[in-house]
């Protein structure tokens, strides 16, 4: 495959991106156009943009590689991800409107006080800034290794450009613009999807039936896990977590709540979410049906798999092996998923910083859209040196540490939103940063001895452990005295 048609393929998608940009940009590029969209998003285009958000490059990657030590068992979080978002839509969503948020964080302040506020923002800056930078490198190191790399470009070269493009066309418009780039990314990667799953059928000689008959066949194609109680892939585990992982990593999250926030109305905001967690069921299954063909067909050539699960379908897509023109579709689709999810964590993290941290919306508006456009720079520069300081380390088991990582600090946050949603009583203020901080060190100092104990390893239940630590630590922190001026939002 001539390495100039995948570049210019490139420069063609983010062409449109740009011109996508250019356009909403036009129409409004204040802070309310950045931060909501002037509350005037579709709630449809809304819908379709999240699914991008939330499919990042490194799903695209990992989730048909996974299959091959889990089957199709993850399928069980994602049953449990549709009843998060009823949850989200039902309880969270309504309190957000009806205090006008920006950043939802804020709620924690007029809630608890100002320490709860900025205790909660910076968790979501530490975990948001890390697992979104750690998304990007392993997807940036993929496009230098199999496309740039023949071009003896360096890497530092390929990050300064991916994150220069997405701070293009994100810093005039944010939100405005990226329900509409997002909407655009979402079908260019479902449909590059779809492409792959097609050339593996035709690689197999085989036609619709019978693809979906070599999937039933496999002993791969186990979604549910019922006897192993000490299995991280049991279903009540796999199930409940996938609910806790939504109300935290979608409600909970700036990131998620931000375009839903931007729609019209509560009604429409809700209608959004319903659509979008159910249109994510059936897009996991397909990575997973993938997964499960590559196996098999991998299985009938007799074709050496990658000692890394990550690594099996970019190996499919660049050796040949589906046809010299799959390299392209496979680009798309990575860069798609990738820089969907990228910019709208790009976007949000400038949103919490500016709002929750810097106070900005205290500021006269020219000089409050010039420290929004400061920090939007700032933040990617830092996206930039962190994903640099990750291929310095150049151990991928790394970005599995950052993960961990990034799933205990949303373990406050479950916490803090709980205590104020399902509780009149107020924590004390100065003790709940010390709170969310030990919460998740109880929860790691646990699962070792625990494992070194009884063998047994926590897998995501340990987020619903770490949320209940917080809340109790902040029930024994309360002030006696009843919540009578703070909306609790009941």
Request: net charge positive; glycine share 8%.
């Amino acid at each position: 495959m001539n390495s100039y048609i995948i570049l210019l393929i490139i420069a063609a998608y983010f062409g449109l991106l740009l011109l996508i940009a250019s356009i909403t940009g036009k129409k409004g590029s204040g802070n309310e156009a950045f931060f909501l969209g002037n509350r005037k998003s579709p709630w449809y285009i809304v819908a379709l943009g999240m699914i991008g958000t939330s499919i990042s490059g490194v799903t695209f990657v990992s989730v048909p590689g996974m299959v091959r030590g889990m089957d199709m068992t993850y399928m069980q979080m994602v049953f449990g991800f549709f009843f998060g978002y009823i949850i989200v839509a039902k309880v969270l969503l309504p309190l957000y409107y009806r205090l006008n948020l920006t950043s939802i964080y804020t709620y924690l302040e007029s809630r608890m006080g100002n320490r709860a506020y900025k205790t909660g923002a910076s968790f979501f800056l530490l975990s948001k800034t890390i697992g979104a930078a750690a998304r990007l490198y392993l997807v940036v190191l993929i496009l230098q290794t199999y496309v740039f790399a023949a071009w003896n470009i360096p890497f530092g070269v390929t990050v300064a450009g991916s994150i220069l493009l997405i701070w293009l066309y994100t810093y005039r418009g944010g939100v405005k613009t990226i329900i509409w780039t997002d909407t655009l990314q979402t079908i260019c990667f479902i449909a590059m999807l779809i492409v792959i799953i097609w050339q593996v059928k035709d690689v197999m000689h085989t036609d619709s039936r019978g693809l979906i008959q070599t999937l039933i066949d496999s002993p791969h194609f186990r979604i549910f896990e019922f006897s192993d109680w000490h299995s991280t892939q049991h279903f009540v585990k796999q199930f409940l977590s996938g609910i806790f992982i939504v109300i935290v990593m979608t409600g909970l999250d700036q990131d998620m709540m931000q375009k839903n926030l931007s729609c019209k109305t509560l009604k429409e905001s809700q209608k959004n979410m319903y659509w979008y967690g159910f249109a994510f069921t059936p897009v996991n299954f397909l990575f997973l049906s993938l997964g499960v063909l590559l196996l098999t067909l991998a299985g009938r050539l007799n074709i050496a798999l990658p000692a890394l699960n990550d690594d099996i379908l970019p190996m499919y897509c660049t050796s040949g092996i589906l046809g010299e023109s799959i390299l392209i579709f496979f680009t798309i689709g990575i860069i798609a998923a990738a820089f969907s999810s990228a910019d709208s964590a790009l976007t949000a993290l400038t949103t919490t910083f500016c709002v929750d941290i810097l106070g900005i919306h205290k500021e006269e508006a020219q000089k409050a859209k010039k420290t929004r456009l400061k920090v939007h720079l700032l933040i990617s520069v830092l996206f930039a040196l962190i994903i640099i300081i990750f291929k310095a380390i150049n151990n991928r088991s790394v970005i599995d540490a950052i993960y961990v990582i990034a799933s205990y600090t949303y373990g406050p946050l479950l916490g803090l939103f709980s205590f104020g949603l399902f509780t009149r009583m107020v924590p004390r203020d100065k003790l709940v940063p010390y709170i969310c901080i030990a919460s998740p060190v109880i929860c790691y100092v646990a699962d070792k001895l625990v494992f070194a104990y009884t063998g047994y390893r926590f897998g995501y239940e340990i987020l619903m452990i770490n949320g209940l630590l917080t809340f109790m630590g902040l029930w024994l922190t309360t002030s006696k005295t009843k919540n009578n001026i703070h909306d609790n939002g009941n």
